[in-house]
């Protein structure tokens, strides 16, 4: 499990180009596997910090999104912060 969780926390924070679509991915494990990943305990300013990244920059190019697609990436970012 380690390894794992690991392995979403260096995606996260790495600050390299994610598509939308892995950014959503990422977004679902956080959310699912944030209470089971302890190794994050003291990452979680960074992961919350990433995860806004993403949140901004959908709002930048909120025209380029479908909004029911926009309205849900939100809501998961919104979600996956509060599970941090």
């Given amino acids: 499990m380690k390894e ?12 390299v180009f ?12 956080v959310q699912s596997m944030a ?11 960074e992961h919350k910090a990433a995860l806004k990244a993403f949140q901004n920059k959908w709002k930048l190019r909120r025209d380029d999104f479908d909004p029911e697609h926009w309205d849900q990436l939100n809501e998961n970012a919104i979600q996956a912060m509060n599970v941090l």
């Fill in 35 to 45: 209470p089971y990943c302890t190794s994050w305990k003291g990452k979680l300013s």
């Fill in 4 to 15: 794992w969780c690991d392995s979403v926390s260096s995606v996260l924070v790495s600050q």
């Fill in 18 to 29: 994610l598509p939308v679509l892995v950014q959503e991915n990422v977004m679902e494990k």
